[in-house]
Nanobody, 123 residues
């Protein structure tokens, strides 16, 4: 069973950048869609971005479009989320997830999940 481990979170000032990584172990997610979700205190978990199994398709929530970039390195079995122009409202725990397709992942009913990495953006 594949396990996902996130890294790269931290504290950054507004306008700064961070790069999150999601590494798979115990298997490969090379043919699966991989994505990022986030959950702020007191709020529901929300979809942020995803990349298809082939890497040819990406999808972003409107609030991060143009600021975040998702990419995958199949050789390293790792997916990245480059976050730029960060805002205080981006503060949340960010979770990596994988599923058969982007569509099924966004339903959040049959995903493999990582444990999350904290991102805090100060104003």
């Amino acid at each position: 069973q594949v396990q996902l481990v996130e890294s790269g979170g931290g504290l950054v000032q507004a306008g700064g950048s961070l790069r999150l990584s999601c590494a798979a172990s115990g298997g490969t997610f090379s043919s699966y869609a991989v994505g990022w979700f986030r959950q702020a205190p007191g709020k529901e978990r929300e979809f942020v971005a995803a990349v298809s199994g082939s890497g040819g398709t990406t999808f972003y929530v409107a609030s991060v479009k143009g600021r975040f970039t998702i990419s995958r390195d199949s050789a390293k079995n790792t997916v990245y989320l480059q976050m730029s122009s960060l805002k205080p409202e981006d503060t949340a725990v960010y979770y990596c997830a994988t599923s058969a397709t982007i569509a099924t992942m966004r339903q959040m009913t049959n995903n493999y999940w990582g444990r999350g990495t904290q991102v805090a953006v100060s104003s």
